[in-house]
């Protein structure tokens, strides 16, 4: 059988090939207003194993997003206590997967940002929040002896401020992570958004996040792959769950996607193993558009046609990644990431 093509769409604020096809059916942004609990108080039910108290607890606060976005407020009474702690390792998974991004994204975690240390610890990162400064620790290593010391920050390997003074760079590596995991993690939460009339239809991907479906049989891995860009700082995390219009059934595109932005970070996934979906791989081509923010580099022409980049990350893999270079750049203008 022959693979279908996967043609990416990216979207322009004039030609939006995301928007125009799909609708929010979840739109979460926090506000002042304190917890919210999605689902049902009592009985309780896991939407992730099926059991309810009889069988497992829920004891612990179920976060539909996870807490080291900023999530504070979005928990929800349908995730047992044994899921969670099932899928907090995706969620680490995830977490690392940001690297050095996490701390300076100025992410509120459990307790505080996050601190970063380099594997060899000559570039450590602390924010100071009384002082709301970002503390950036490194160290000069092999400095000849007669070296001047304005002239140390040459012998400096993670860590470089451009002669200009108007770029800083970070060079250094994320801890490991399995990038299968971090997809999980993604699809957990947009299986944790879904209304429950969706559930049925995710029942593949139900059984794949909780391993009752081994990982070494899924097929069709094409769908595996995360969008990501970066952008304006955000201090709590933005989420869409969006479902493909009735009107265009017979666009080949996957029903849902999820769309996760926080701290510098902009994420667009689309929810694998729905019933509904299974046509699409005896298709010539699956069409996935792009939603703008995760676009960089647009440019429309004068018929108002947009081409523009996307970063597509291939997450389907089960083995672990180590020592994966994170190099990143910032202008030194606030929150503006170049
Ligand atoms: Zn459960």
């Known amino acids: 059988m022959l693979k279908p093509t996967i043609k990416i769409a990216p979207s322009s604020s004039e030609n939006d090939s995301f928007w125009l096809l799909y609708e929010p059916v979840v739109l979460f942004h926090e506000s002042k207003k304190g917890k919210i609990f999605l689902g049902n108080k009592e009985p309780k039910i896991c939407r992730f194993c099926n059991r309810d108290s009889?069988?497992?607890?829920?004891?612990?606060?179920?976060?539909?997003l996870p807490e080291f976005m900023?999530?504070?407020?979005?928990?929800?009474?349908?995730?047992?206590?044994?899921?969670?702690?099932?899928?907090?390792?995706?969620?680490t998974a995830l977490s690392n997967f940001g690297g050095i991004m996490n701390t300076l994204s100025?992410?509120?975690g459990k307790k505080s940002v996050p601190k970063f240390k380099s594997k060899d610890e000559r570039l450590q990162i602390k924010f100071n929040s009384q002082e709301n400064i970002l503390n950036v620790r490194a160290t000069a290593?092999?400095?000849?002896?007669?070296?001047?010391k304005r002239e140390w920050g040459k012998y400096v390997d993670g860590f470089k401020i451009s002669d200009d003074k108007k770029t800083i760079t970070f060079k250094t590596t994320k801890p490991s992570y399995i990038p299968r995991h971090v997809f999980k993690a993604f699809v957990k939460v947009g299986f944790g958004l879904?209304?429950?009339?969706?559930?049925?239809?995710?029942?593949?991907?139900?059984?794949?996040?909780?391993?009752?479906?081994?990982?070494?049989?899924?097929?069709?891995?094409?769908?595996?792959?995360?969008?990501?860009?970066?952008?304006?700082?955000?201090?709590k995390p933005v989420?869409?769950?969006?479902?493909?219009?009735?009107?265009?059934?017979?666009?080949?595109?996957?029903?849902?996607?999820l769309l996760i932005f926080y701290g510098l970070y902009k994420f667009q996934v689309f929810l694998p193993f729905n019933e509904n979906d299974e046509w699409l791989w005896n298709q010539d081509e699956i069409y996935l558009p792009i939603e703008n923010h995760l676009v960089r580099n647009i440019e429309v022409n004068s018929e108002g046609d947009g081409t523009g980049e996307v970063n597509k990350i291939d997450l389907s893999t089960i083995f672990k990644v180590t020592d994966e270079e994170d190099h990143l750049s910032f202008g030194l203008k606030e929150g503006k990431f170049l």
């Open 54 to 64: 009889s069988s497992t607890t829920f004891k612990m606060n179920a976060h539909v």
């Open 70 to 91: 900023g999530n504070k407020s979005l928990l929800s009474y349908y995730e047992c206590d044994q899921c969670n702690s099932h899928f907090s390792k995706y969620e």
């Open 106 to 108: 100025l992410l509120q």
């Open 141 to 148: 290593h092999n400095v000849p002896n007669d070296t001047d």
């Open 194 to 235: 879904l209304p429950i009339d969706s559930l049925p239809y995710y029942e593949k991907a139900r059984k794949w996040l909780i391993n009752e479906i081994d990982d070494e049989k899924i097929e069709n891995l094409s769908l595996f792959h995360v969008y990501r860009q970066y952008g304006k700082l955000l201090k």
């Open 239 to 257: 989420v869409y769950l969006a479902r493909k219009k009735k009107l265009y059934e017979r666009v080949p595109s996957p029903e849902n996607a």
